[in-house]
């Protein structure tokens, strides 16, 4: 099958993980009420979180609690890792 790119290693790069991150610590309920928000388990959320890990952390999701907490962590994040 031959070597594949090194940029396909990463599923998530670590700098969008610290956004998100960043992204659920600013709503005040954190990870309960990421968790309300999206309708799915704290533990859900850790899992997608991981170092690591097999499971993504949806953009969409992310988008969604960028929203509710009224922060741009995640944009400035990309436009940043973008060159922008």
């Given at each position: 099958m031959g070597h594949?790119?090194?940029?396909?290693?990463?599923?998530?790069?670590?700098?969008?993980?610290?956004?998100?991150?960043?992204?659920?610590?600013s709503l005040h309920g954190g990870y309960e009420e990421a968790a309300e928000w999206l309708d799915v388990t704290k533990d859900a959320l850790f899992n997608r979180l991981r170092t690591g890990g097999d499971q993504i952390f949806p953009i969409g999701w992310a988008l969604v609690l960028q929203r509710a907490g009224g922060t741009y962590h995640l944009a400035h994040s990309v436009a940043r890792a973008s060159g922008g």
């Open positions: 594949e790119p090194e940029w396909k290693v990463e599923k998530q790069p670590r700098w969008l993980v610290a956004a998100i991150k960043k992204t659920i610590s």
